[in-house]
């Protein structure tokens, strides 16, 4: 089965919210949602044990090329994560996705459309981007 392109996913999302349709509520589902997932992955360290963080202030020196700060940048992040964990954390995000794709509805924004613009600018602004 091919995955679903994200405007056939808006569409489908414009059919099924029912309960949530105001714009305050689909805010406070999208919220609520994050700080799940948000959660979940908390869970896979403190109570999985499956990764584990290994935070320590990322080191740069002055004059350090881009490919060797690339190259030194560390995500903290040991191990990898049990099936369980993985889906646990895969249906949270799904939600999140569920609810920002409910909250374009709201507001006529066409999901695909903030994808590309996004992509756009990674292009352009490239590591500048994020900054």
């Keep these: ?6 405007q056939s996913f808006q569409d489908q999302v414009s059919e099924l919210l029912l309960r949530h349709r105001s714009l305050l509520d689909v805010m406070s589902k999208m919220g609520q949602t994050n700080a799940a997932a ?10 999985c ?10 080191e740069f020196e002055p004059g350090m090329s881009l490919e060797q700060a690339k190259e030194r940048i560390n995500q903290h992040v040991q191990g990898e994560l049990c099936e369980n964990c993985r889906d646990a954390i895969s249906n949270e995000l799904g939600r999140s996705l569920f609810y920002t794709s409910a909250l374009c509805n709201l507001l006529g924004i066409e999901l ?3 994808l590309e613009k996004e992509s756009q600018k990674c292009s352009t602004l490239g590591l500048f981007n994020m900054s």
């Design 1 to 6: 089965m091919s995955a679903p392109s994200l």
């Design 49 to 58: 044990g499956c990764v584990e963080l290994h935070a320590t202030k990322q």
């Design 38 to 47: 948000v959660r979940s992955v908390t869970k896979a360290v403190t109570e």
């Design 112 to 114: 695909d459309e903030v």
